[in-house]
């Protein structure tokens, strides 16, 4: 077996103590109340009794780092954070703050981009000593707790040549990155993050600890895997380990503004006819004041491939000398490294502490129109860190069927777009956000009618979340919701509504 405990510091988030308890929640009682929770003293006085980890309140030292989140954008103030250490925690969290009608946000790696991890004047349940990744190599599984983060699962999965497809940057939490479905460099060849989930175990609504799989209430396995956190908190997944690493081979090749068509038609063409174990990133920023850049283009704005292999350098050395005689690249930076400084190589671009907003979307073709729309947009941006992401979904991403997990984006191959704004100061983020929603808005004609990947889902309004899932899959999933957290306790999300109950429904219809 291999375990690693998580570095410390992964912080927590934030807000103002708003004491308003969420529509449709039950009536305030005469019992006293702290001034600083909104909650009952005794209630209170109760959780502390009944949970091993901790809770922090407004007035205790820690809070404020307590309640920070990745997103500088995001500044709010809880009223409660409990810092749950078990499964059973957690459950005492969600009883009390059902009882009290205590709006709840759910904490794994505090990386919600839309800041759905910290709330105002609520409960927040903080996963982040639920920090466990135990491996084992003879069955190739891992058990990982519900606060681990992507660096902590690979830091333990590589100590045997494993790992699992997650994302690409390691201060992620698993959590989080997984519910909503999980994509990163190992996508093509292995697949979605929930692809190689086997189990979890979960608190609903009611407070009770479920075991879920295929075999074991395995509705709500399903809506699991891309419903996101909608049906309760995951206090543990297993996953099922592929081989990848410890060696892995990296290319970034990189082009000025001004040849971004070529590169983008290249990718395109090189994209489509991909082994499993090649990948491509397109990626529209501007060149890192990293030593690996040469001085004299360090900040330049352009164009970059990140190509990547999983298996033989000499694979991978050829698919960069196609690119490179078709298009020779300004400036290339070449090497072998360990898969954990893959995983880590966008940590800093993405740091905590910067102001942030997406939007994805899914191309089902990269257009020569599409390609035009994003050589018209990419130079308008104002921050250096501010980025177009393009990635390629097909392979082992396609094998698996459409309806076999509730994540929302169809599995034919096709394209996930991410337009980010990663800002040092919410002065910039005024006008990369307004950057952002511009080319998301041009791109729109070229996706398709119904997919959105809900972790890329910012503004997640009723209409949104409906159409990310399309009808067929948000209907499933709003009766499965019905059935396990009819209050809709959880929905400091990408919200599904319970459906309306009648007789002779069952959830998985």
Request: aromatic share 6%.
């Amino acid at each position: 077996m291999g375990t690693v405990d998580p570095p410390d510091g992964h912080a927590p988030a934030a807000a103002d103590p708003a004491t308003a308890r969420r529509p449709g929640s039950a009536p305030l009682t005469d019992h006293p109340r702290s001034d600083t929770t909104g909650l009952r003293h005794d209630s209170l006085d109760g959780l502390r009794t009944r949970v091993t980890g901790g809770l922090i309140t407004p007035e205790d030292d820690g809070y404020d780092d307590a309640r920070r989140v990745w997103n500088a954008d995001i500044d709010r103030r809880p009223a409660v954070i409990v810092q749950c250490a078990s499964a059973h925690d957690v459950a005492a969290a969600v009883t009390v703050a059902a009882d009290e009608g205590v709006e709840i946000a759910v904490r794994g790696g505090g990386h919600s981009m839309s800041g759905a991890s910290v709330v105002d004047g609520g409960m927040v349940i903080d996963l982040g000593r639920l920090n466990h990744v135990v491996v084992d190599p003879d069955t190739r599984r891992a058990r990982v707790g519900g606060g681990a983060l992507l660096g902590d699962l690979d830091a333990a999965t590589q100590q045997h040549g494993l790992a699992v497809p997650s994302g690409v940057v390691s201060h992620t939490g698993v959590g989080g990155l997984t519910l909503g479905g999980g994509m990163g460099w190992l996508t093509r060849k292995a697949g979605l993050t929930i692809d190689n989930l086997v189990s979890a175990e979960i608190v609903t609504a009611d407070g009770e600890i479920r075991h879920v799989s295929a075999q074991d209430d395995p509705d709500l396995f399903w809506a699991i895997r891309g419903g996101g956190g909608n049906f309760g908190v995951v206090t543990q997944f297993e996953f099922r380990l592929i081989e990848a690493g410890p060696i892995v081979h990296l290319g970034l090749l990189f082009w000025g503004l001004d040849q971004g068509r070529e590169v983008l038609r290249l990718a395109r063409e090189v994209m489509a006819t991909l082994p499993p174990d090649l990948n491509m990133i397109i990626a529209g920023l501007q060149a890192p004041p990293a030593p690996f850049v040469p001085e004299q283009h360090q900040l330049q704005p352009g164009y970059a491939l990140l190509v990547t292999g999983f298996s033989s350098g000499d694979e991978h050395e050829g698919l960069l000398n196609r690119i490179r005689g078709a298009l020779p690249p300004v400036w290339e930076y070449v090497t072998p490294m360990p898969y954990v400084a893959l995983q880590q190589m966008l940590d800093e671009p993405n740091a905590w502490g910067f102001h942030d907003y997406d939007k994805g979307a899914y191309l089902e073709e990269l257009s020569d129109a599409a390609i035009d729309v994003i050589v018209k947009h990419l130079p308008g941006k104002s921050s250096p860190l501010s980025v177009l992401l393009l990635y390629r979904l097909d392979q082992a991403y396609s094998e698996i069927p459409d309806d076999a997990t509730a994540f929302s984006g169809g599995r034919s191959p096709r394209y996930a777009v991410f337009i980010v704004a990663v800002c040092p100061a919410p002065d910039l983020l005024v006008s990369d956000r307004a950057w952002v929603r511009e080319l998301w808005q041009a791109l729109q004609p070229y996706t398709p009618h119904f997919g959105l990947y809900v972790n890329a889902l910012t503004d997640a309004d009723d209409d949104r979340v409906r159409s990310a899932y399309g009808p067929d899959k948000y209907r499933r999933l709003a009766r499965i919701k019905a059935a396990y957290d009819p209050g809709n306790l959880f929905h400091h999300n990408s919200n599904i509504k319970p459906a309306q109950q009648r007789a002779g429904w069952q959830a998985g219809q």
